[in-house]
């Protein structure tokens, strides 16, 4: 739930937002309350990533140089926002609230609610949240559909509890070595990302990285190369020592399934091609076999037909294989096949129909095309054809 979506109930209407507008996109996670201790450590050592802070001020009533720092060592904490009970303050100083809109830190003062009431309204629509996500996934568990957007949601929280609606991914695997991959982090806190890149979340996956990278609207990067280098940089991680994929920018979680497959078949074709960056959209045709390589199915039908060819070729000295290569390679053009391959055109013309019969191909060209296109990506060794 974001801090927007939380102001919108009742009691939370009566909040008064000070500073931090562009900050309602941060999500809750939970609420905390800062009254006892004397030292601004002592103060927000209950908070966490996330939290609400609900306060009256009551330790800063007669030091009020307390708030700015309990407010800066919220926003290092990455805390959801900063809800004030007027009773002792009615306002901020400008130079505070200038800190907190620079950091988009919502900052609220509120006195027609108790502090009790905040707290508890808060509790309840998290949990209300997170027990509605909760039925709604054990109800689709029950019939065999792809992953909601709750229980995708909820995923992400865990990873980065302020992930935005607009992200793209990102799969590295090393180039050569990297001494940072043999650092022990799992995950780079969000805490440690400047401000405009909190939504971004860099964690080890298999045998490289995986970056989620997610913005709130109207912040999306319009070159997404450069937003990359940044993020990359930042993390003191040089683009030259890995294999990058780099998928398209997605606006809803429901897709973060095809996110994720558009980094990883990107960086498979960027590791067969020894290319540092490939992007997803640049991968022609491979766009829609490589995630088909992913299915058992389509793997056992590139199988199948392979094996049939190269039977037939075996007991007839046929060359079937290598001519519905070549024919491939030369796009479908009989005549320049026929000359490539140094044959008379009738012969290719004789080879394409026996193929054509041996695997029930009805629109033979583009059939073909997928097969020898797979084909080609699962045996490299073997070239494009003569």
Do not use: W
């Not at 294999?243 to 994720?260: M, N, P, Q, R």
């Amino acid at each position: 739930m974001t801090i927007n979506e939380l102001s919108m109930l009742e009691p939370m209407i009566h909040l008064r937002l000070a500073a931090g507008y562009e900050g309602l996109h941060r999500r809750v996670t939970s609420a905390a309350i800062l009254e006892g201790g004397e030292r601004p450590q002592e103060l927000i050592q209950g908070v966490q990533a996330g939290d609400l802070a609900v306060t009256s001020l009551y330790f800063a009533k007669e030091r009020p140089a307390l708030i700015g720092e309990v407010l800066r060592l919220l926003v290092e904490r990455d805390a959801a926002g900063l809800a004030v009970k007027t009773t002792y303050f009615k306002d901020l100083p400008q130079e505070l609230k200038d800190f907190a809109d620079d950091n988009q830190f919502p900052v609220f003062f509120f006195d027609e609610i108790r502090m009790m009431d905040l707290l508890y309204c808060t509790y309840n629509a998290l949990n209300a949240r997170r027990e509605t996500r909760y039925y709604e996934t054990k109800i689709r568990q029950m019939f065999p559909q792809e992953v909601p957007e709750s229980a995708l949601l909820q995923s992400m929280e865990e990873i980065n509890p302020v992930f935005q609606r607009n992200y793209y991914c990102a799969y590295l695997t090393p180039a050569a070595a990297v001494p940072s991959l043999l650092r022990g982090d799992a995950l780079l806190p969000v805490r440690q990302m400047p401000a405009h890149l909190r939504g971004c979340s860099l964690l080890r996956y298999e045998s490289g990285l995986l970056l989620l990278a997610s913005f709130p609207d109207g912040a999306a990067p319009a070159d997404q190369d450069a937003s990359l280098r940044e993020i990359l940089a930042f993390c003191h991680l040089q683009g030259g020592n890995f294999y990058c994929g780099l998928g398209t920018l997605h606006h809803s979680l429901a897709e973060l399934d095809v996110a994720l497959t558009e980094a990883f078949c990107a960086n498979e074709l960027a590791r067969r091609e020894g290319r540092s960056l490939m992007h997803y959209q640049g991968m022609g045709i491979y766009q829609i076999l490589l995630p088909q390589l992913r299915s058992k199915s389509f793997l056992a039908y590139v199988r199948s037909t392979r094996e049939t060819l190269m039977a037939y070729d075996e007991k007839y000295h046929a060359n079937l294989l290598e001519t519905l290569r070549v024919y491939i390679a030369c796009n479908g053009k009989l005549a320049q096949t026929a000359e490539r391959m140094f044959l008379h055109v009738n012969t290719i013309r004789y080879r394409l129909e026996k193929a054509k019969e041996l695997l029930h191909m009805d629109d033979f060209y583009i059939q073909a095309y997928i097969f020898i296109k797979a084909d080609q990506f699962l045996h490299p060794e073997e070239g494009p054809g003569l």
